[in-house]
């Protein structure tokens, strides 16, 4: 009876030390995750300005969602058609106010983004709005699950 229990804590011990590891991951080196999200976010910010859909669509999970500055909800599919769509061109676009916070194999990012765009109509307009992005690691990559926006009005 004693050696069964002395087995089960011991095995109970491994587990819980296997299960710290990513935890313990992504504490000992919270820098070096946050550097990759910040890097990320230059990266996707790059990919909009230039057009590249491709880029944006592996930054983006499967399961990926946005909701827009008026509240519409949008899927991954959807947000790479409007991309797509080559009458819609980012003029200007700048993030800046960039907060990544790590979480394990989670990470939030908030930031500001000014932009200038033209629809698919020629109209230009201008914006700038706070958002909030939520990236999960998966298979040693992160990856965009979630982005909220939120305009911000003009003073």
């Known amino acids: 009876m004693k050696f069964d229990r002395a ?9 819980l030390v296997v299960a710290s590891i990513p935890i313990a991951y992504a504490q000992s080196y919270p820098g070096r995750a946050a550097a990759e ?8 910010n790059l990919a909009l300005v230039k057009g590249d859909v491709a880029a944006l669509e592996s930054m983006m999970s499967d399961d990926f969602t946005f909701i827009t500055t ?18 819609f061109n980012f003029v200007y676009r700048q993030i800046s106010d960039i907060r990544v916070r790590v979480y394990g194999d ?3 990012v908030t930031g500001r983004s000014t932009q200038s765009t033209q629809d698919r109509g020629g109209k230009d307009s201008s914006e700038a709005y706070r958002y909030t992005r ?18 911000e ?3």
């Open 153 to 155: 009005e003009a003073e």
């Open 70 to 87: 008026r509240g519409e909800l949008r899927t991954k599919a959807e947000v790479v058609r409007i991309f797509s769509d080559p009458r």
């Open 37 to 44: 999200i910040e890097a990320l976010e230059t990266a996707h």
């Open 7 to 15: 087995v089960t804590a011991g095995i109970g011990a491994a587990m």
């Open 106 to 108: 989670t990470a939030v």
């Open 134 to 151: 939520v990236y999960v690691r998966r298979n040693g990559r992160w990856l965009a699950v979630a982005l909220q926006t939120t305009r």
